[in-house]
């Protein structure tokens, strides 16, 4: 039954009792959600039907063909992509009912609240405070570079709420509504001159206990499923033979034979092989992850991708000389969402300065790769078994 | 889009060449035999050809061989790379039976049986795409001379394209004489035929369909050996670098050594996926086969030269030693990376094939 014709039978079922010509948007994914043909590989009664996740390309190629409304997942990519398996993970029943459709039909837009100007590589140094307060926490600090935040209704938080212990035991995971008092959201602008992150401001939040994910003190360990998930939304993307930014360079070189040199078609060429070979690796991550192994290999191909876009972006302002001199808009625009291709090469190369810092800078990643994937030694650590609040800030 | 995974049967296949590898021609073996008279060595290519039965297994069982693929061919090769052993498979099992499949010959079969080998009497540089060949005969016999044949010192048999056509010659009738080689464990011959009688296999477009496609299907597999050269370099230096300690730590837990390896890691990792690409188009006849091919040569080889240098490097003095056998992986990347054309070859040919053409003539 959940085989590809079963989950075809179903979508088309679906459809036949459900005109999404004449519903509400909204009503018609709710309805999709309730039958489990949200997200086939979740749960039965939270949008899915165990099945395999390889058959949502199925599903969501059966509700393509007929039309029907989307959920607009680059609208709402921290949600699915990291808020919805941690909630799944270690959520209550209750929580994984109130927010998994809300979230999947996206009446609620999720952004993430980790990263602080004091703690960025070493997440785990995070000053955010979360006091108990009778059924409530209340929260206090400054959280950086939120994507969406503008525009959400909620929010992942960690924030410390045991300061006497060691820095990875301290800390807690939480669920915030944005609307909540005391949460102040303000652009942060960026080398490009966009302002397309946030800076989140925290001022005695309160926070009820039962929106708490996960334990008290074991907040670490549950982002670790949002972390995880994120590099695997970075790095991934299924595309086709130049679907990336080495696409863009290859069309300049074919529409303008007035710019080529030996040179450059010889950087030109081996970016084309090393982009053809990333994308081939995020393909076999995808068969690895289909088939049920996900492997290390997400932080390969997110370390590789950084590296390139901005080789191939740069290799693109070399190729057109003095036109590349020229930018297209440095106004602070409020973009809430990524476009490499819809501006000028010089803004690809200014955005692209960010690939090997978000999500986890490359250094970051070579140590993860060296330490868990290599099993290297870590290096000496004078924090580890320190209370945080004695660690030098 | 096409499997690039490892399916159970190569992982058996795999856990059985390596396996046997490691009992029968570890490295100190290895290594102890290059300077002696035989380099290669005939009981690993015995138990490999006909123990294991490996010599056949892109051949067809009603032609005489396994009736796998080229896909199970190339976990053999990344095997055989891990090892750098000194066995004839890629000039006999690959390119040979690669050039034979094309053609409707019995030889086919006694290679794929293991009973003997034969070499491509080409220059072991030879791209796909570009076949050296030797003067038209004369009344039945080829003359002439191949530089750095890969394989030949062993064979049976050379496959040797002239200009009239394809011909199988008994090696005996050959002058073989072995060239002081970069790789140590792959030695090259020079090969001189003087009014030697051949028996032609094919002519005209037949005869270069033949060899284009043994030169094809070996770029393809050594990419699969370089894999398993880079990963051979990539895991010995890991454990090398967990148990050597400089300044009261393990050298491994200095971040400057361990980013050169998970770098190294990378590139091995993406290396994986291109190979299999490769294999895979190869196994199944894809219309893409040939921009794989190309793509896997143009970054396999730098993959495994990166990780071989980096394997020397990071493993201090003793890498520099004639005593560890790094050298034998430098020396063998280092010849990969050459032989069946270099990157810079396979990105130019690429260039024409993804329509990404050189610049022309300065104006």
Redesign the interface.
Known sequence: MTDADGLRDRVAEFLATHDHTAMDRVEFLRARFDVGLAWVHYPIGLGGLDAPRALQRVVDDAFAAAGAPDNEPRRIGIGLGMAAPTILRHGTDAQRRRFLRPLWTGEEVWCQLFSEPGAGSDLAALATRAVRDGDDWVVTGQKVWTSQAHVADRAILIARTDPELRKHAGITYFLLDMTAPGVDVRPLRQLTGDAEFNEVFLTDVPIPDADRLGAVGDGWRVAQTTLMNERVAIGGGALPREGGMIGVL?RT??ER?DL???G???A???L???A???R??G??LR??LV?GHPGP?GS?NK??YAALNQQISALELELLGGEALRHDDWSKRRESSVDFYGRSATYRYLRAKGNSIEGGTS?I???I???R????????RVDKDVPWKDLPK | MIDLLYSEVEDDLRAGVRAMLADRCPADRVLARVEGDEPYDPKVWRALATEMGLAGLAVPESRGGAGASWREVAVVCEELGRAVAPVPYLGSAVVATGVLLTLDDPLLAELAGGARTAALAVPFDTAPGSVPRLPATEGGALSGEVRGVVDAATADILLVPAADGLYAVEAAHATRTPVVSLDLTRPLCDVALDAAPGRRLATGELATAAVEAGLRAGAAMLASEQLGVAEWCLGSTVDYLKVRHQFGRPIGSFQALKHRLADVWVAVTEGRAVARYAAACLATGDADTTVAVGLAQAYCGPVAVTAAEECVQLHGGIGFTWEHPAHLYLKRAKADAIALGTADGHRAVLASLVDLPAAGPPH
């Open positions: 290859a070189w074919r034979p080529r040199t030996a450059l078609h010889d030109l060429m081996r084309w092989v090393a053809e070979a990333n081939l690796t393909e076999r068969q690895s088939a290999e390969a370390l590789a250094e990643l070579r140590n790769i060296a330490e994937v290599l099993g290297l030694p870590t290096e000496p």
